[in-house]
């Protein structure tokens, strides 16, 4: 097993054992809490426990976790590309659309908040969409819908270039969302698939970080692309890199869903881990072959539980009144949320404010992407050190809510960061007042959605699916009552 046996609490004398195991019968249990450090030795205690299956995502190699963890993150930031990137030539696709608003008077009233729509229906999409993509991955795994669904991101994308209509350019655009918005779901639940609980907060914030990364770097490359070339060609390179990330996750990136039962179950620490067999009350069972290359391809396998997929669409609905999952949604919907609206209305209020043109805008992003970098250690490490600390202060009994009082952090930056582009642009500060702006929300956006994600899924790791579909479902109807048509004015 590729598990590091120095994280394994190794074995205790009887007594010992004895006063470990009366303190677990008397404590106190609640969903998300448990023990994550051995009372005696102070060593990790691996959770959840990895089988001796070598099939087991958590028995993977360190190096092939990271390898699809890194890819997911490509996937996550190529979604937010398309986007959010095309969002920095609003005035020329408005121009384009609507050629008459240029001499009636109505561009800034009229064209500009119909084009605004295009990236305010996708990112509500890319929300509402999961509806549908995590109960199918929940049921089917999640190999199945990552291709699927880069499917229809790869043929939108190609359609969107030719496409010359409002109309049909709206539902195309419609369409990507639902495509598009997968990955930012699923990558939560498989980063938890195969990462233990101890590993996860590091790799969440890497996640968060592509995330928000990928609508950044997006204006930033968008703005470029239009120096030299019409606001169709970022659609001909979003096309490309969308096909270069879809035959990754075709051909690297294997079904990471692992279905736990007890007859592969690992032995308890202070007994030799045994690949080849695996002890159950019935005797010796041969523990499962390992898996070829071109058997990790299949895309589509026999469903992993019998449930029906109806009760798993309807139940993320319920839980959206669970007190934490409601607060996760609400702080994602606000940062996010107001991500898109500036994102959506930068163009014309740095061109109206500044005179700035659209690659000059997406320039402007690149604080976007330094705030990203910077929320990255400050959601995980961070995160993590504090949930670590707090950990030992209880007796090595780890609760989801210790990794919160990090956000503090965020409470702070995401408000000031409003404030700066906001105040920025309606009193015509220096353009670096707003451009500090957008670098704080970046910033704010990594690092609270980081400790948020993980915290809902500490708290309640059986429905991760559902519990992650609650908050972006949730996210997702919000961001669609976001201001963005009147800050498109």
């Known amino acids: 097993m590729a598990i590091q046996d120095d994280i394994i609490a190794p074995a205790l004398d009887p007594q010992a054992e004895e006063s470990f195991e009366e303190k677990e019968k008397t404590r106190k249990r609640t969903l998300g809490n448990l023990r994550l450090v051995h009372p005696e030795t102070n060593a990790v205690i691996l959770v959840p426990t990895p089988s001796s299956d070598p099939n087991d995502p958590l028995n993977w190699s360190t190096w ?48 500009i908040p119909k084009t605004a729509y295009f990236f305010t229906t996708t990112s509500l ?4 969409g999961n509806i549908v993509w995590v109960p199918l991955a929940n049921k089917w795994g999640r190999r199945p819908v990552y291709v699927v669904s880069y499917m229809i991101y790869f043929a939108t994308a190609v359609w969107l270039i030719f496409e010359k209509s409002y109309a049909g350019f709206l539902a195309g655009r419609i369409l990507m969302g639902f495509g598009a918005g997968a990955a930012e779901t699923l990558a939560p639940i498989t980063i938890a698939d195969i990462f233990f609980l101890h590993e996860r907060g590091r790799v969440m914030s890497t996640y968060t970080c592509f995330l928000s990364i990928g609508a950044s770097g997006g204006l930033v490359i968008s703005g470029l692309i239009t120096i030299h070339h019409t606001w169709r060609t970022i659609y001909q390179v979003g096309s490309a890199l969308i096909g270069f990330v879809l035959v990754a996750l075709l051909f690297t990136v294997p079904e990471t869903s692992y279905s736990r039962i007890d007859d592969y179950s690992s032995p308890p620490a202070d007994t030799p881990s045994d690949l080849s067999t695996s002890t159950t009350a019935q005797g010796e069972l041969p523990s499962p072959k390992k898996m ?35 607060w996760s949604a609400l702080a994602l919907a606000v940062t996010i949320g107001f991500l898109v609206a500036v994102s959506s209305n930068s163009a014309s209020a740095f061109n109206t404010t500044y005179g700035f043109a659209s690659y000059q805008v997406g320039l402007c992003y690149i604080a976007g992407v330094i705030g990203s970098l910077l929320g990255l250690p400050a959601g995980g490490h961070l995160g993590d050190k504090v949930a670590d600390i707090l ?61 948020c994600i993980v915290y809902v899924i500490d708290s309640y790791r059986p429905v991760a699916g559902e519990i992650t579909l609650a908050v972006t479902g949730f996210k997702g109807e919000s961001i669609n009552g976001t201001p963005t048509r009147r800050l498109c004015y």
């Not at 999409?125 to 509402?128: A, E, P």
Request: with cysteine; aromatic share 10%; proline share 7%.
């Open 64 to 111: 092939r976790k990271y390898y699809v963890a890194g890819v997911l993150c490509l996937t996550m930031a190529v979604s937010n590309f398309l986007a959010a990137g095309p969002a920095i030539a609003v005035p020329a696709t408005a121009a384009d659309f609507f050629p008459d608003s240029l001499t009636d008077g109505t561009f800034v009233t009229s064209a």
């Open 125 to 128: 999409l890319i929300g509402l």
């Open 292 to 326: 070829s290359y071109f058997e990790t391809l299949l895309v589509f396998k026999a469903a992993s539980t019998k449930e029906n997929l109806l009760k798993m669409i309807i139940r993320p609905f319920g839980l959206i009144v669970l007190p934490p999952v409601l």
């Open 391 to 451: 950990t030992k202060r209880n007796g090595g009994i780890r609760e989801p809510e210790m990794r919160l009082p990090a956000v503090m952090i965020s409470a702070i930056t995401a408000p000031l960061a409003l404030v700066l582009y906001g105040v920025g642009i309606q009193y015509k500060l220096h353009w670096i007042c707003p451009t500090i702006g957008i670098g704080l929300l970046n910033f704010s956006i990594t690092q609270a959605n980081t400790i």
